[in-house]
């Protein structure tokens, strides 16, 4: 048997630990499970904007392996604009590291509908919820804190047991669509779930901002969006591995 010595043994674990937790990478194992990155965290490959067939030219940058959406007036997509994933994508687990800053506002949609992109403020899709809960006002807006972080945005309320990172620090989102089923995470717990198209869903969008638009949220397939709202918030490690 080959021994080494104690400081190297050391130095060996830091190395292969480094290698492992490294931003916008994965894993063997994540590979072999399926897991592909949806960004590189050097481009702009594989997005662009919601209304535009490239990447806005400003309003977004990239840097230090973050994708960081710039703070301009808090307005929505009033600036750069939300982007989007070039692929659409059904039943799917999606994984995003994502830290706000004070104040800030911002979302990532699913199952957006490229017939409702019209160049007027958010795409329209599914909507987990980025908020800072204590400082932007949008928290006490909606129905019983449906607008508040992780929520099915002004559908359905996070559970009040969840615990956001503070500000400044990173978050893991995790968004599971399972067939028709679909479940919103926040740093390991699960704070939402409901059923596309079930009666409980149809009556929540029924009195919702979304009542007016035909079957919203039902398409079949759709790209992922992040949202332009302003505010200035940060992304990394977006990966998905698509479900059978």
Same mark, same amino acid.
């Given at each position: 048997?080959?021994?080494?010595?104690?400081?190297?043994?050391?130095?060996?674990?830091?190395?292969?630990?480094?290698?492992?937790?490294?931003?916008?990478?994965?894993?063997?194992?994540?590979?072999?499970?399926?897991?592909?990155?949806?960004?590189?965290?050097?481009?702009?490959? %594989?997005?662009?904007?919601?209304?535009?067939?490239?990447?806005?030219?400003?309003?977004?940058?990239?840097?230090?392996?973050?994708?960081?959406?710039?703070?301009?007036? %808090?307005?929505?997509?009033?600036?750069? %604009?939300?982007?989007?994933?070039?692929?659409?994508?059904?039943?799917?687990?999606?994984?995003?590291?994502?830290?706000?800053?004070?104040?800030?506002?911002? %979302?990532?949609?699913?199952?957006?509908?490229?017939?409702?992109?019209?160049?007027?403020?958010?795409?329209?899709?599914?909507?987990?919820?980025?908020?800072?809960?204590?400082?932007?006002?949008?928290?006490?807006?909606?129905?019983?804190?449906?607008?508040?972080?992780?929520?099915?945005?002004?559908?359905?309320?996070?559970?009040?047991?969840?615990?956001?990172?503070?500000?400044?620090?990173?978050?893991?989102?995790?968004?599971?669509?399972?067939?028709?089923?679909?479940?919103?995470?926040?740093?390991?717990?699960?704070?939402?779930?409901?059923?596309?198209?079930?009666?409980?869903?149809?009556?929540?969008?029924?009195?919702?901002?979304?009542?007016?638009?035909?079957?919203?949220?039902?398409?079949?397939?759709?790209?992922?969006?992040?949202?332009?709202?302003?505010?200035?918030?940060?992304?990394?490690?977006?990966?998905?591995?698509?479900?059978?």
């Amino acid at each position: 048997m080959k021994y080494f010595p104690a400081f190297l043994l050391i130095a060996m674990f830091f190395v292969s630990n480094s290698v492992q937790s490294q931003d916008n990478t994965l894993t063997e194992d994540e590979k072999k499970q399926g897991w592909k990155l949806l960004w590189d965290g050097k481009t702009t490959a %594989g997005w662009k904007g919601a209304f535009i067939d490239k990447f806005p030219e400003k309003g977004w940058k990239i840097e230090n392996g973050e994708l960081i959406v710039l703070k301009n007036n %808090g307005g929505e997509s009033t600036n750069g %604009g939300d982007i989007i994933t070039t692929e659409n994508y059904d039943n799917f687990d999606l994984q995003i590291d994502v830290k706000l800053t004070q104040g800030a506002n911002s %979302g990532i949609k699913y199952f957006v509908d490229p017939t409702y992109l019209v160049p007027q403020g958010s795409a329209k899709g599914l909507e987990f919820q980025i908020l800072d809960d204590e400082r932007h006002p949008d928290a006490k807006n909606g129905r019983d804190g449906n607008r508040t972080i992780g929520s099915l945005y002004d559908l359905i309320t996070a559970d009040k047991n969840k615990k956001p990172a503070p500000i400044g620090e990173w978050n893991k989102v995790r968004i599971i669509s399972n067939k028709m089923n679909v479940q919103h995470w926040l740093n390991g717990m699960k704070i939402v779930e409901y059923t596309r198209g079930s009666k409980e869903y149809t009556d929540l969008v029924a009195i919702s901002k979304y009542k007016d638009i035909p079957n919203f949220g039902m398409k079949p397939k759709g790209p992922i969006l992040l949202q332009d709202h302003g505010d200035e918030v940060h992304f990394k490690n977006i990966k998905i591995r698509i479900l059978q």
